[in-house]
Structures are given as C-alpha cells and as structure tokens.
T-cell receptor, first 114, second 112 residues
C-alpha cells in the first residue's frame, strides 16, 4: 500500500530535549516536505527536499533541521525544542515539486513541548 | 508568505445542498491543488488544476480556475455528512522556487 509513515503520532517532551520525528515513504517520490499546522494559520512549510542530499528552507525553518540521506526517509529534527514548536506536524511526499503531482500526507505527529 | 487564501473561513449547509468555497492567490501560478482534511488527520488530495485549464470534475467535485482573477473555486454538489472537513488550496510559491503554499482553509460543516 502506498503510504507516508510518520512516527511517533504523539509526543510530549520538555524544552531543550532533542527529538526526531521520522518520515518514510514507499512510493519512490523525489519531493518530500514537512509542514506544521497551527489553529488559524493553516499549513506552513518548514523544509522541503527535491531529492537525496538536496534540502531547502520553507517558510518557517527556524528551530528545525532535516536530512535526506536516502530517498525514502526525511526526518525532522528539533535540536532544542521550545514551547512555540508545540504543533501538529505533517510529512508529505510527491513525485515532483511545484504541485505537478498530488502529494501524499502522513497521519501527523502531535507534538507538545512543555 | 501567504499565496492562497480560502473564503469563507467556515461554512455550514444542509445535507443535500451544494457547497462552494473559493481560493484567491496573489501571483501567477503553474498549478493549483485542492485538499481535504478530516479533523486532525492527514490531508487528502482532491484535484489538481493547471494554469491552462479552466475547469475539472471529479465525481461530485467541480473545480474552476480563473487566472485573470487569480482565483479558484471548489464546488461540492449534493453534500453529504461525510463531506464535513476542512478544505485547503495549495499553490506554487510566488518566488518561483519549489515551495508549496497552503491557504488557511475553509471549515465545512454539513448539517443533518
């Protein structure tokens, strides 16, 4: 089954404790991206990747890191989480960027930083 | 940066009625997509419309694109309770990079 898998689904952590949210897709997609969703703000792109070893900042990259060492995986790293990073996070993938093809979304990771 | 903006922010209609929501954007685009999100879950792709297309259909969904007005509309005909969700448009970045810009969404509630 074609899917994007995020883990964990729920996470509560403390300020400053490094964490990683994993994302994996099984569709051989080139384009992957991370979004955060906050009430009243919609989805905002954090980082995206056009292919292996190619990553770029989205609209809200501060406080986040990503890596794309393999085509299927695109982990999101919070080196020192802060309460303002409490949010619902989504990973997505598509064959290409620029909205040329449909994007598939993971089920989301609800992160709370206390 | 906000490229696409949906309107209205929220919409409640009776089951069986048609629902129309709009997306306006600021700069020219190559592609526009509509997505649905059921409460707190991942987004699901509905329709892709390219800048050289004016209208596309998929089942009970009809999407139009007016590039002169920089706007798109999503029409859901004969609404059902299962259509209750948030709907988002996504557009190319105005900076011509590979970013994807989502609007804030329209919350649609279908009343029984």
């Amino acid at each position: 089954e074609a899917q994007v898998t995020q883990n964990p689904r729920y996470l509560i952590t403390v300020t400053g404790k490094k964490l990683t949210v994993t994302c994996s897709q099984n569709m051989n997609h080139e384009y992957m991206s991370w979004y955060r969703q906050d009430p009243g703000l919609g989805l905002r792109q954090i980082y995206y990747s056009m292919n292996v070893e190619v990553t770029d900042k989205g609209d809200v990259p501060e406080g986040y890191k990503v890596s794309r060492k393999e085509k299927r995986n695109f982990p999101l790293i919070l080196e020192s989480p802060s309460p303002n990073q409490t949010s619902l996070y989504f990973c997505a993938s598509s064959f290409f960027g620029n909205l040329n093809t449909e994007a598939f979304f993971g089920q989301g990771t609800r992160l709370t930083v206390v | 940066s906000q490229q696409g903006e949906e309107d209205p922010q929220a919409l409640s209609i009776q089951e069986g009625e048609n629902a129309t929501m709009n997306c306006s954007y600021k700069t020219s685009i190559n592609n526009l997509q509509w997505y649905r999100q059921n409460s707190g879950r991942g987004l699901v792709h509905l329709i892709l419309i390219r800048s050289n297309e004016r209208e596309k259909h998929s089942g009970r969904l009809r999407v139009t694109l007016d590039t002169s007005k920089k706007s798109s509309s999503l029409l859901i005909t004969a609404s059902r309770a299962a259509d209750t969700a948030s709907y988002f448009c996504a557009t190319d970045s105005p900076n011509r990079d590979d970013k994807i810009i989502f609007g804030k969404g329209t919350r649609l509630h279908i009343l029984p």
